[in-house]
């Protein structure tokens, strides 16, 4: 176990998967100068700019074109800088993209990893800010990856890589500086068999507080307090959204009898609903307590810290909702 | 700036004539195809839209059967004469557009997503436009890889107002992919005259502006249009993109059930004495041919279609647990929960 | 009354709304030849070809530019053909005409229509078939329509025209045809007011079936095969999902103890998700049996009809699903 | 086809040395709001990322400043000189940018999306290109009112590659609307230098290909804006769009924080000595005004944004219940469930 930050992770297994296969490349704007989070610091002078390419500003053709190149046998890495300008591309991605393998009867792969920083750092306003994750869960065809840590972006970027479909490639601008503990080594084992397995952040038997990117360091958070409070809250880390764990979670809230979910994303149609309508429909007989989710409210994100900090799920809020989930009485009407 | 406009060779005196009866024949194949798949409609047998090229067989067989089978090959919603130009077997075909098993796309495409990887055809495109950047990404991956094969990528006269006509010639250009544009320019977009929502000189002014040399071809001269493809793909072998447009004429409605009465019927008669396959006919008659043996290989074509079409209609329909195959690796599509 | 179909409804509320307010007009590929679907025939001829306007194939141009017409004092209704290719303007929607008025701090309104016909007909394949609702109800800003019957469509086309903010209007290609009651002369009442107010459309008291769209001809045929079975389905029929009415909802819920929801998109991660987990939510204790979706699995549409037929969401599923929740003890583990 | 180059007047003999000394004045203000709004960011009290037009000046006074006030102005997330050169107030800006009560967007905004649509600015874009169809859609609005007031819409060399670009375009020379089209080609977009990424001609060569006539104008002489937008605006309110390409340099960084180390030092000095504001004021020189006056004019600038820094500083945070306002009319943004 060594130490590294999220964007280090990144730009490593980036660049370890690049030497594992040459096929591998990475096309966006201002990848040659590092990239504008420098996640991709240093490639460029290994790899070349035909790997570590430039693009121009042209949104639609970073993502057609992977396409293109995708079905032609390479696996292009398209970099969109942030998930708000993957809006320019979204007929490529959800109608091409996803689609293409299915359409001509399996005649292709799409082999493809989409990056698209998401999430809220500080004043970066409505059109900077975007948690579209939901959007790409509902979509056939799609992947959709949101890791919470150094060591699952390791991971799950390997894995993603290594997909053979389109994969949604979801960092959180605001962990990029995040360190954390890293196995030692190139990744081992099967990377694309962990797309779609969660992990247990912390083991509790309260409740189940099931979350992912950034929210699950929220999550912690609140565990921490509640734990001190003697309140014993268990943490899934979903890691990817679609696939999701299901087993994971739903042995979890077995266990716990109370689901809370929480995501930065606004909660009016975010993944949550998805994950607290499943446990509701399956478990509803072992339920402690009702179901619940936190989320941003339908609101967009502001500029100015007072506003912009009314959309953050704080872990105040998380644990607030915990207690209360927590003191209800079974079945009561919430 | 203008495009040069390659001349029409007519008859050239030293034209091969084994070569144009070959264009001639798979001219006629595909017009047969169009007509087959148009009557399956009445029929209730072809239940999507397709989208005839009847009237632009000579751009077809000009473009895409000048191309070697390793060449690549992105088309659009009317891409059924593109298919077929560069290989593709119709009876798939057919039983594709019928939805039917032994479809070339299992049965999941249809007309719209058409597509026979086998020779090289990466797909139709139901997005007017979307197939440009695709195209400029394949042959992206062409020169990443070090291949010499080249990409032609055609799309009609409507979707040079799209966005990703900008983003992927440009992108094509910045990169020096092997990539042949090719406009069929047939002056409708549906039922919109194009011209009327369409500003400036035309496509192949747009093209140069973004760097790529143009060339305009009359699209019912199918010797015009591969000599014009030829010259053309001897630059895009070496990475340097062209642009290709070729005039031509939509014959029939937007769609198998169209009737169009928005065209004026003078233009529609004039239009039919420029009808690519009987320019080829005249031609070759021309050159010596008997007027019967020419008629005797359209009567062919139209029986091989028809075979194609009773071939489609006898065949099953897919299984359609077929319907959970190639969505993703990861996964289960099925609804677990209820 | 008079009886009137669904297109007809669409035509004939689009002139009204025109003759009445000067400022709205009309844009999208052919429509002076009447549209794709004939949705505008006659209007060009009445209105002119600049209040019916032809367009270029350019869906970012059209929804673009209706964002900075609306920003200027009028009204388009932007017609997006397919709701598929609107996917090719989702900055334009999504960045741009939800953000304004907000971004602006008030200082702007965006009052337009995107007309997205949604659904499957009959072999369309995966790019002409998507129900992707749900995208828009998760995002701050958009109003989202989705009229079921010719009456709604009339009244809810007149309110999201009046309305002063950005509403995805979404008719469903099936149903142009459909045939209804609709109420004789113009528009009354306050149609803006109808955005946001669910219509039950069969009352019932064994359980309730929320849906919206061609989805609630499916509810409407189940509810009446379980009435000859003795089985009393109460149909709830949305017709918008932002606003959606929420204590219609569940005050139906709370009377028969008893959620599902139909939808025709995909179920992973779709609109019944956010109903069903908010009744989970709320109604906990007085839910008879668990909450309960029906939608499409999580596959592209395809072609040939045995394949698309799997995707489908029938009236004898609806049936099957709410024998089960009737036939289910309170409390059961689903 | 190429573009007309409209000549550098440099000081014509005739020219108005009153109006002069007001864009002189007014390049001051905006170069002093730029520098007070950079100092801000290290004083942690702009907290977003703001992207500075220092070197740009003369575009936003030449441009801007020659619209008459019921014009329409669509502008970037380079858009600071744009909005002052347009008549909004630099407190109200500076507010914004901090964040703070009195902001023209209310704190909701701030500096990727400042706008005053009391004087016409209708925003800054933080998405690049998005403003092209936007403003193409404001003159649509005009044209069916039956105004004459015209849309100026500036965006910057790196967007010329995205898609809205070409539909924007199109979309208003079809329709024949009341848009100038400007470039502000300051070499870079971001870290990329635009050339590399850019096939083709330029700006101006696209425009043409779509029937809109295109002026490239020295973007660091004011003068020589002016007199091309003036000219351009007589044809612009008659229906005709316009495109303008105003070549000039970023003197500093992308963004405020940025650096910028991949730019050669010996181009960055050169591109010094073209500094609008230095130009400008050596012009007035020679037209006779007194060094000390022309430095006043530079200090009183300075004084009025360190001053509008103070006000901003002190002004008190927006009240967070903002946060649910203006989001739409119809339904409710809090999470009543839950
Ligand atoms: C992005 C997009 N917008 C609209 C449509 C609907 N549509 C299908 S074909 C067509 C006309 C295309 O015209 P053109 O590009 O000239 O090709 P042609 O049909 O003439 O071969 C349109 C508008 C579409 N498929 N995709
Ligand atoms: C669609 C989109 N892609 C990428 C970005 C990120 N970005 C912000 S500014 C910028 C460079 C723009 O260059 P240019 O258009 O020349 O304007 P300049 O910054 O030079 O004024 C980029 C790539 C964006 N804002 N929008
Ligand atoms: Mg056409
Ligand atoms: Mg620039």
Redesign the pocket.
């Known amino acids: 176990m060594g130490r590294m930050t999220y964007i280090d992770a990144a730009r490593q297994t980036l660049a370890e998967e690049m030497r594992r296969d040459p096929t591998v490349w990475a096309v966006g704007?201002?990848l040659g100068r590092g990239g504008?989070f420098t996640q991709y610091k240093g490639l460029v002078e290994e790899f070349g700019p035909d790997r570590i390419s430039d693009a121009p500003?042209s949104?639609a053709a970073i993502l057609g074109a992977a396409v293109g190149a995708a079905m032609m046998g390479t696996r292009p890495v398209v970099e969109m800088?942030?998930s708000d300008?993957a809006l320019?591309a979204v007929d490529e991605l959800v109608n091409q993209a996803a689609k293409a393998r299915y359409m001509f009867g399996g005649q292709s792969r799409v082999p493809m990893v989409v990056r698209e920083p998401i999430g809220m750092w500080r004043s970066s306003a409505a059109q900077h800010s975007q948690s579209l994750e939901a959007w790409y869960a509902h979509i056939p065809g799609l992947v959709v990856v949101t890791p919470a840590t150094p060591a699952d972006l390791r991971v799950l970027l390997a894995g993603a890589i290594r997909c053979d479909d389109p994969v949604v490639f979801m960092e959180h601008k605001d962990l990029w500086a995040l360190e954390g503990e890293v196995p030692d080594g190139p990744v081992g084992g099967d990377p694309i068999a962990e797309l779609g397995r969660a992990r247990i952040a912390r083991a509790g038997t309260d409740l189940t507080v099931v979350s992912w990117s950034a929210a699950v360091h929220g999550a912690m958070a609140a565990a921490e307090t509640l734990g001190k409070e003697g309140i014993s809250a268990e943490v899934v880390d979903l890691r990817t959204i679609w696939p999701w764990d299901r087993e994971a979670v739903l042995a979890s809230v077995r266990r716990t009898g109370r689901l809370l979910v929480v995501h930065e994303a606004v909660a009016a149609g975010g993944f949550g609903a998805e994950i607290a309508a499943t446990v509701a429909e399956t478990l509803h007989g072992d339920l402690r307590a009702p179901v619940r989710r936190l989320g941003a409210p339908r609101i967009p994100i502001s500029y100015a810290p007072p506003l912009e900090d009314r959309v953050r799920v704080t872990p105040e809020a998380i644990a607030t909702a915990a207690r209360g989930m927590v003191g209800q009485p079974e079945a009561a009407n919430g | 700036m203008t495009a040069r406009t390659a001349e029409s060779p007519g008859a050239p005196p030293n034209f091969d004539r084994q070569r144009l009866l070959d264009q001639y024949r798979m001219m006629c194949r595909i017009r047969a195809f169009e007509e087959a798949a148009v009557g399956a409609i009445s029929d209730k047998l072809v239940l999507g839209a397709i989208h005839p090229s009847i009237g632009q067989e000579a751009v077809a067989v000009g473009v895409c059967g000048t191309l070697d089978r390793a060449d690549i090959l992105l088309s659009t919603h009317r891409g059924h004469g593109h298919t077929m130009a560069k290989g593709a077997d119709p009876v798939a075909m057919m039983c594709e557009l019928f939805g039917r098993a032994g479809g070339c796309c299992s049965g999941k495409g249809g007309s719209m997503h058409i597509a026979d990887f086998e020779v090289g055809m990466l797909g139709a495109n139901g997005v007017v436009g979307a197939n440009i950047t695709i195209a400029a990404g394949a042959a992206h991956a062409i020169k990443l890889k070090g291949e010499d094969r080249v990409v032609a990528c055609l799309f009609g006269d409507g979707a040079i107002n799209r966005g990703p006509f900008l983003e992927g010639l440009n992108w094509a250009q910045v990169f020096g992919l092997n990539v042949l544009f090719v406009c069929e320019d047939n002056v409708f977009s549906s039922t919109t005259r194009t011209s009327t929502m369409t500003a400036g000189p035309g496509a192949a002014a747009r093209a140069e502006a973004i760097g790529i040399p143009a060339v305009e071809v009359d699209g019912n001269d199918v010797l015009a249009v591969e000599a014009a493809t030829k010259e053309l793909l001897a630059d895009v072998r070496r990475g340097q993109p062209r642009f290709l447009v070729a005039k031509t004429y939509r014959l029939t409605g937007h769609t198998g059930v169209d009737p169009a009465p928005y065209r004026p019927a003078e233009e529609v008669q004039e239009a039919w004495t420029r009808d690519p396959i009987a320019r080829a006919r005249a031609m070759l008659e021309t050159a010596g041919y008997e007027a019967g043996d020419l008629a005797a290989i359209a009567a062919a074509a139209q029986r091989e279609m028809r075979a194609a079409y009773d071939t489609a209609r006898a065949a099953p329909w897919p299984d359609s647990d077929l319907a959970y195959a190639d969505v993703q690796d990861v996964g289960d599509p099925r609804m677990v929960a209820f």
């Open positions: 704007e201002d504008v500003i949104e800088r942030f300008f320019c």
